[in-house]
């Protein structure tokens, strides 16, 4: 692995998804990876129930430290899922307009 590609810091992100439910993962540009959810382009669970918005985001130094992150995350019950963003200092909240699946903003 190149010194590079050790020092790529990644995100975990927490959707906001139809029907009220939160959908975790990790990128290196959630914008970017929010938009491949939109259009169906990530996960099966975000193509069934599709995005509205990214609810809160964390940079981590390693995409294996984001891994770790989402394991923690995705164990936590419903309630505490935000908390667990809003609870750390560096945590870095990433508000988003929902957006409609042809990509434009909903105001």
């Not at 050790?6 to 439910?21: Q, S």
């Not at 390693?62 to 891994?67: F, M, P, T, V």
Request: aromatic share 12%; charged share 25%; net charge positive.
């Amino acid at each position: 692995m190149s010194d590079t590609a050790a020092a790529t810091p990644y995100w975990l992100y927490l959707l906001e998804c139809e029907g009220g439910r939160y959908y975790a993962g990790i990128a290196i540009d959630v914008e970017q990876r929010f938009v491949q959810h939109v259009f169906g382009l990530g996960a099966k669970f975000t193509r069934a129930f599709p995005p509205l918005r990214v609810l809160a985001a964390r940079q981590f130094p390693s995409k294996s430290d984001a891994l770790r992150a989402e394991i923690q995350l995705k164990a936590m019950p419903r309630s505490a899922k935000v908390q667990f963003f809003t609870d750390n200092m560096d945590a870095i909240e990433v508000p988003r307009s929902p957006l409609r699946r042809d990509g434009s903003r909903v105001a």
